[in-house]
């Protein structure tokens, strides 16, 4: 894929995934609470409660859990979009007081901007994000080249410029990975992205983001409610409980690397799944 | 309207307002015949278009004079506005400390001040320019703030989680998000500087459609006077077709109802 | 009891005693009439709102009565003067002592300015050839009422004109002593127009020949206790609006008093009357100076028909 | 701000409002002496309290009146308003007909029709009110209509979806929708009625604080004719308190920055 | 459910799903087109293309198709929200020209009113459709105590009055389904209802579903990316092509029926699925 290869930066870190070695984690959650406001803290309804994890330089961990548990409350933790009410969160080893940089982000509404066409709204984070902010004047038709090659990749050539209610659902929600992934962030979020497409179409998105990861080792976090996606993509899967969100379960996935596609067809992956869904399964009945 | 193509409806919108004014027109017409009104009271369209013709070189020296004196006044009140706006849509302090203000300010009778812009000013274009933009600047400010606040937190999201500073936030989300608010705020600013002007005009000015105004009506000229206020609204027509262009460009995105 | 709907020609302040007083004293009752009295805003919208039908009578310039007259000599309503107040127009052309203007022919070249229907202003032409100057070579400044004074002071103009009841007063209130005032009455300089008289349309005046008599009647009676006790009137007035200055508006009644209704003319011609041979100058004047539609008739403006007797009319004896 | 809790912010943002009045005052006043302002031009805010303080009965009075008859014409406003701005947004016929009409009467100085209004509903509030009435329709009328044209199909489709007439779409999307603009329409039109009032009053009245105005202005008493209007800037500060105050009960949902 | 049994409604129709003789079909597409304006139209460029079908009173249909391949639009042209460029669409036997009464339709997006609290959201049809609109005074308390119980039943107990933007996604979809059902419309329009769903919430609905129209035979057009959901809950499913959309494959689905959940894990149910997969990925290649 040429634009997954034009992507790789000079300053992607270097660790594999898999080392877990006494590296400093590149996100550590350490007993976080959050309530979306202060009434609802005093009446202790908390949207997670006591989340603790660590997440490795490069890794990629996926987090499934039941509608409503606090999956994307987390992933605005992650982002300091939201402080914790208590807790800490910590991000390349510092303290997250307020939104990250260099942060890619696709949340669970597509959220394109009405105003920009599919080709302005990718292009977007280069307007803000160094260091493509102070180049975008000089190099406007080499990132404009590379938006319509990531949009090329995701099956959207030809609706560049179109607006995003003349989008499909599941075009819209294409785009907005477009969105997340063109500025190659050190830290990805995918907030169920691929709940709107087809299997076929989520499939292919599968091995984008898989060769894009494979290439450039980035730090993702995936939401989603189809655990043959987190098997196939993450090291690591989290389960989370009923709401309140609490981390009930951590497994990591140690299939080899690189996966294919028919990976998904061979025994110990179902195995995978079938071991996750059972333990889903079980939890819920509490 | 089923039946129409939407060409046909377009043709049907382009000529609406024309055979409106002509029913007003008509109607008004008919009015002053049948009640027989006065001229001096409410002149008939007929009398006005007569003095309109009569007085068509002296008409256009103090419309051009009144156009482009509210045109600055505006342009300013554009600036202003959509600056204040912004602080008070992005804070809520100055949102809380200078909104009650505003609105007491705007409460009062530019007229009154008047007479202060010309003892500072002098009598000319100032006053009128002036007055011109103090009218027109608050609907401006009003729309753009409530346009921000009420900008919806996700899509805020969007650019903050990129790292965006809040003066990106503002110009990428904000201001596009407001645009709906800011053209129709403009609709009415740029009606409230026509008034602002020839109000000025009309208490210290020797030339201007608002003295025109004035010195017609101490002469019992309504006709004349009438006229006046037929080529201010006329002006005021002109820059809404130019806002209504504008609009369909910028905001289409918002009307595609 | 008959409704009279009353139009003044400005604010309640000095001059409108001669009306108030007689309304605080039943005057108007004691003629079985039943008078309200508003507030104005000018001559000219005595005119139309009387000849509009929205008041019945009202208080206005002579020159603004057949201005109207001038042009719109089809109007089936139109005002009728029955009664003459202000005997001499209150305008004036004034200055500053140290503008060295003395006289009207100083006044060539200079910067004068008023509101554009102040009847100075518009009356200026009658002046300027009464007194040999060109009308066209000025040019005027034109503001609102309440600038008149103040740009005079800050030496904006060199002169104004206006009402000296109301230009002398608002000189002195922005600091100006009464002798550091030039004041060119009109009068005085050759324009021999009328003021303000009682005006009455048409229709009321066919409908209620009576009521306008007794009106007429018990004014002349409250005009006569003004001119007597020109205290009383101004407690009369300050009994409808409070925030008036009682001093000021002592001063401004006997300005207008001395100066336009107890005028030399004035006690020549009787008090509520006029000359038919003067009239018929100021109409032509009028006509002229106004650039009228029309010419003026001047037995169509006026009418001496619903006077009072003279033992009743003659207040200023 | 970082380290205040809300309830802090929210006592900071009462007091704001106040704090910067203070300011506000206490530089006009530094001003006036500095510069030696004299009452003509623009008093003191000393000698205005002095005159509110000495004629309180007066200018009460006159308040009241203009106080009500500003809420009668801007009750006029917001029904003519809501209704026309609802035909025009939710016909895009009636908009092309009507708002380039809309826009250039309004244009025109409302002080020009209070004569006509006069001759037509005699001296007293009706002109008042109808002035009020006219000059702030508009606003209201532009903001319905354009929260209206710019209602997101898709929320309309729920409705239409259901087979709903367009009475039910119209008042259970459109104007809900509606409504931050209603509100931001409300703070600018209210300032007009009272403008309107104003004028009205200057013009034809022998009560209210239009006529305070002139009546102080030729009586030479400027602090008076000001502390009318600081009595209108206050009575337009509540009102603007108290659409607030229904802003934040209608349109929280929008509020949620 | 005690939901579902409060819902029999008097005028549903009774015709069961899997008589195919020749009455006259519920819905009926007569080589439909669609082009979103004018202008796309004259350059050709349809959303849909020449779509035929006929579903029977009370026929549950699915319909599966790549990401932008105008399932959405069929919907639009179901229900009336869009009128055909070419082509008849008719429903009940009659043309349809505008939205009609009596649908109940969950959108993609939730499209929830953001000024009403869930509950509220889920009460507006009852202010809309007749019977209920005209009833809605006296019998309000009954009304809402049915709109509790459906809430109930999705699993959005306690969030009544909560504003839309205070769910999550998932439950912000839920929501939307409830909204959808609570007027019992003859006809039922979902469009990846489940789509924002873990798998367990996700099964549990499909039997919420499978209940209601058990209980009532209304007619359902379900939209769907999952292939298991279609053939567990659908009588036909359809499948269309790539865009501009095209219907490929109109399969019966003749399991027998009540069907429950333990079927999708039968053989017969496993090779549906499966045929139809195969099928869909076979004509992807073109
Ligand atoms: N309002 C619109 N204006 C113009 N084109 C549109 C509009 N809505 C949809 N389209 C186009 O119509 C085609 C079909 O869209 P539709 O929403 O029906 O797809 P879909 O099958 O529902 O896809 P998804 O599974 O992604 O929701 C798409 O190519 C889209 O670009
Ligand atoms: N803005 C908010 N204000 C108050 N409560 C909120 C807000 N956003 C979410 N919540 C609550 O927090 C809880 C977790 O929500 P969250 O969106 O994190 O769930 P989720 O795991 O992403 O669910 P889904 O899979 O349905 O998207 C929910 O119960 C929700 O009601
Ligand atoms: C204080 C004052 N203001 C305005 C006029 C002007 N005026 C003279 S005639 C006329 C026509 C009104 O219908 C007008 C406005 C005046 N004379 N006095
Ligand atoms: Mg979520
Ligand atoms: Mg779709």
Redesign the interface.
Known sequence: MSATSAMLRAGAPAATATSTVATTPFVEFNRVWLA?N?ELAHRGEFAVEDVSLRVEPGEFIAI?????????TFMKLA?G?RPATRGVVKVAGEKVTG?????G?A???P?L???RTTLDNVM??L???EPYRSTLRARRDEYVARARELLRTV?LAGYEDK?P???????QQ?ASICRALI?QPRMLLL??PF????????EELWCVLRDLWQAQRFNVILVT?D?REAVFLADTVYVMSQRPGRILLRKEIDLPRPRDLDLTYTEPFAELVHAL?EK??HV?QH | MMTMTSAQQRRVQRVAPWILLGAVLVLWQGACLVFDVSDFILPSPASIATALFQYWDVIGGHAWRTFWTTMAGFALAIGVGVVLGLVMGSSRLAYAAGYPLMTAFNALPKAAFVPILVVWFGLGVGPAILTAFLISFFPIMVNIATGLATLEPELEDVLRVLGAKRRDVLFKVGLPRAMPFFFASLKVAITLAFVGTTVSEMNAANEGVGYLLVSAGSAMKMPLAFAGLVVIAVMAMLMYELFAVLEKRMTGWAHRG | QTKVRFQLDWRFEGPSALFLLGEQKGYYKAEKLDVSIDAGNGSGNVVNRVASGTYDMGFADMASVMEFYGNNPDAKNKPVAVMMVYNNTPAAVLALKKSAIRAPRDLAGKRLGAPVFDAGRRAFPIFAKANGLQAAAFNWQAMDPTLRETMLVRGDLDAITGFTFTSILNLNARGVKDEDIVVLPYPQYGVKMYGNAVVVSEDFLKKNPEAVRGFLRAFAKSARDVIAHPEEGVKAIKARDGIIDEKLELKRLKIALDGVVKSPDARAEGFGRISKPRLSLMASQVADAFATKGRINPDAVWTDAYLPGAAELDVLR
Chains 1, 5 share one sequence.
Request: hydrophobic share 35%; net charge neutral.
């Open positions: 979306y202060d499934v859990g039941p509608s409503g548990c606090g999956k994307s982002t979009l939104p990250l940089q260099q942060v982000m949340f669970q509404a959220t901007l009405p105003w977007l984070p307007e803000i994000v099956g607006y209610w003349q989008l499909s659902g599941g075009m294409r500025h907030d169920e709940g709107a497409l087809d299997a076929f179409t989520r409610h655990l869904r889903i399964g819920r």
